[in-house]
C-alpha cells in the first residue's frame, strides 16, 4: 500500500474536497478507510459517495452498513436509489447513472477528485474481455490511473496493486465489508474472467498485473500520439459533424480506422462498451459502398446516413414499417439492436436463443409481426398470441411495430428476441447447434 500512500499525498492538494465512491465491498471500504487515514495529514474534507443499485434485497442493508461507517468516522455520506431501469444492457444503465450521479455530488461540494476502488485485477480483466469482444485503441486499454474530467479528476489510487493486497489491507486493519453473492455467478462475463481466466494467467507470473498496467499505458501513449494526429487530419475530413467521403478514402487505411473510433468515441462517450471494433467495420463498408444512398443502424438509435460524398450520424425516432432480413451471421435491426450467431454463451436469458437445425427449417428470417402470429411458448401449453406477449411486457406501441421476431423458412416463429422463447429454446444439457444472440 506504500505506493498508493505516496500516490495520494503527491496528487491531492492540502485542503481539497475529495469523493471517494464506495459500494460497501471489500475494495471501496479498503480505500475509503485509506483516504480516512490521511484526513487530517492532508487536511482534506472527505465526501462517500454511495448507489443503492436497487436490484438486490441486500441493497438497502448494504447502505446502512456504510453510513453507519461515516457516522463512526465522521466522513459526510452521500447515497442514491435507482428507482427503476430502462435499458437492455443492465451494467450499462447502471455505470452510467452511477458517474453522473457521482458528478454531481463532485460539483456539489466543488471537489477536486473523485476516487474509485478499481484495482489491478479489475485492470487486467477489463482489457483481457475487450481483446476477446473487440474495441478501440483506446478501450483496448482498459481504464487510466488518472482521468481529467476539466473541472476534477477521476483516480484509481489502486490500480497498481492487487485485490490480495486489498484482502490483507483489510484484515490488517480489521474493516469490515460486505460480500455481492452474484460476483460468484458464472453468468456474468467478467466472472468468468475473474474467477477462471486471471488466476491461470498470474500462475505465468505473480506481479503479471504491473505488465497490464504497463501495457495499457502504452496503449494510451500510442493512441494519444494517434489521437493528434486525427485531431489534424479531422479539419478536413469531418467537418461540421458530417464525415467527408473523399477525402476519407485519401489517408491510410489505420487512419480510416482511427477517425471512425474518434466519432464512436465522441457520440457514445460513457456508453462506450456498446462500441465494439464490428461497428466501426460497418461504417466503413457503407463509405465504400457502391450505393448513392444508404444507411445503417447503430446501438442507441443511432444511424449512419451515406448521402453521395458524405456520412453523417444523428440520433432517428423508430420508424413504424415492416421488414424481413435473412438471418446469416450477423444483422443490424432497424430498432438500433443485433442479432448474432455466436459459437458459445453461459447466458440463459431471453437475449439468447438456442436452436437445433433438426427441428426447424433454415435459413432463419427475421421479421416485424404479422396480424394473428402466434407463438408456442417455452413451459407453457398451446400457443400465445404475440399482440398479448408485447401488451404483457409493457412494450409501447411504437415499439411493437419493428421488435423482431426470429421465425424459420416455414413461417414458424422461434424467438421473440429480449422477450419470449419458443418450445424449439435448447437447454445447455439438450442438443443444438445454433446458438444466437440479441444485444
Not at 461504417?283 to 451515406?306: F, G, R, V, Y
Not at 420508424?319 to 446469416?328: A, D, G, K, T
Not at 400457443?383 to 426470429?406: C, G, M, N, Q, T
Amino acid at each position: 500500500m506504500e505506493q498508493v500512500y505516496k500516490f495520494l499525498k503527491e496528487e491531492i492538494q492540502y485542503g481539497d474536497a475529495v469523493v471517494v465512491c464506495v459500494s460497501g465491498g471489500p475494495d471501496s471500504m479498503a480505500l475509503l478507510h485509506l483516504v480516512n487515514s490521511l484526513k487530517e495529514n492532508l487536511g482534506i474534507y472527505l465526501i462517500c459517495a454511495h448507489v443503492n443499485h436497487n436490484v438486490r434485497k441486500e441493497s438497502a442493508e448494504e447502505k446502512i452498513f456504510v453510513e453507519r461507517f461515516c457516522h463512526q468516522n465522521k466522513i459526510c455520506f452521500e447515497s442514491m436509489m435507482i428507482e427503476e431501469y430502462g435499458d437492455d444492457n443492465f451494467h450499462n444503465e447502471a455505470r452510467t447513472k452511477r458517474y453522473h450521479y457521482f458528478a454531481t455530488i463532485v460539483r456539489k461540494y466543488h471537489a477536486k477528485y473523485l476516487l474509485t476502488a478499481h484495482h489491478g485485477d479489475d485492470l487486467m480483466e477489463t482489457v483481457l474481455m475487450r481483446l476477446v469482444r473487440g474495441s478501440t485503441l483506446r478501450g483496448y486499454s482498459g481504464f487510466s490511473k488518472i482521468v481529467d474530467m476539466q473541472d476534477y479528476k477521476i483516480m484509481r489510487p489502486f490500480i497498481e496493486i492487487t485485490k490480495e493486497e486489498i484482502l490483507k489491507y483489510n484484515k490488517k486493519n480489521a474493516i469490515s465489508f460486505v460480500q455481492d453473492a452474484s460476483n460468484q455467478k458464472d453468468v456474468y462475463t467478467r466472472n468468468r474472467f475473474r474467477k477462471y481466466i486471471v488466476p491461470e494467467i498470474r500462475k505465468e507470473d505473480a506481479k503479471v498485473h504491473q505488465k497490464f498496467y504497463k501495457f495499457s499505458k502504452t496503449l494510451l501513449e500510442y493512441n494519444d500520439y494517434i489521437e493528434k494526429q486525427v485531431e489534424k487530419i479531422l479539419k478536413t475530413v469531418f467537418i461540421q459533424q458530417v464525415l467527408q467521403i473523399d477525402a476519407y478514402l485519401k489517408q491510410e487505411h489505420i487512419m480510416q480506422m482511427k477517425i471512425i473510433y474518434h466519432i464512436l468515441e465522441n457520440i457514445y462517450q460513457d456508453d462506450l462498451m456498446l462500441i465494439t471494433d464490428h461497428h466501426a467495420e460497418l461504417i466503413d463498408e457503407l463509405i465504400h459502398s457502391k450505393k448513392a444512398n444508404a444507411s445503417i443502424h447503430l446501438p442507441n438509435n443511432i444511424k449512419a446516413i451515406k448521402s453521395y460524398d458524405t456520412v453523417s450520424f444523428s440520433l432517428f425516432e423508430m420508424p413504424v414499417s415492416s421488414y424481413e432480413i435473412e438471418l446469416i451471421q450477423y444483422i443490424n435491426l432497424p430498432n438500433g439492436k443485433n442479432i448474432e450467431f455466436v459459437k458459445e454463451s453461459e447466458d440463459t436469458s431471453n437475449f439468447t436463443c438456442r436452436l437445433s437445425s433438426k427441428e426447424i427449417a433454415l435459413p432463419l428470417h427475421v421479421r416485424t409481426k404479422l396480424e394473428g402470429d402466434k407463438m408456442k411458448v417455452k413451459g407453457m401449453l398451446g400457443s400465445k398470441k404475440i399482440k398479448d406477449i408485447f401488451i404483457d411486457e409493457k412494450i409501447p406501441l411504437k415499439e411493437r411495430e419493428i421488435h423482431p421476431i426470429v421465425v424459420d423458412s416455414n413461417d414458424t416463429i422461434v424467438w421473440i428476441p429480449g422477450l419470449k422463447k419458443s418450445k424449439f429454446d435448447k437447454q445447455s444439457t439438450e442438443f443444438y447447434d445454433i446458438i444466437l444472440k440479441y444485444y
